[in-house]
């Protein structure tokens, strides 16, 4: 049986319970594109580990705009890098 190997994302950015994961792949041009995925990171008292959920409630709204941000400001930095590197 063949195992999946998962991909690591380039970065992460984590306040509190909620994370942003900025993915990059590159497109058949030799392009770097950036892709970000969003959770909110809970652990439930009968359960064991962690668990994720792309909900969030009003509580986490601010916190959520300001890793979306975080992430649009890491993903400028690894754009002009990869000019700069071109």
């Known amino acids: 049986m063949t195992q999946k190997v998962k991909t690591k994302p380039t970065h992460e950015i984590r306040?509190?319970?909620v994370k942003?994961?900025?993915w990059s792949?590159?497109?058949?041009?030799?392009r770097t594109r950036y892709d970000v995925t969003v959770c909110r990171i809970f652990k439930?008292?009968?359960e064991k580990g962690w668990q994720y959920t792309d909900s969030f409630g009003v509580e986490e709204?601010?916190?959520l705009a300001k890793v979306?941000?975080?992430a649009h400001s890491r993903i400028a930095e690894l754009s002009q890098s990869n000019v700069k590197a071109a």
């Open 15 to 17: 306040i509190g319970t």
């Open 20 to 22: 942003a994961a900025i």
């Open 25 to 30: 792949r590159t497109n058949e041009h030799g």
């Open 44 to 46: 439930r008292k009968d």
């Open 61 to 63: 709204l601010l916190t």
């Open 68 to 70: 979306v941000d975080l």
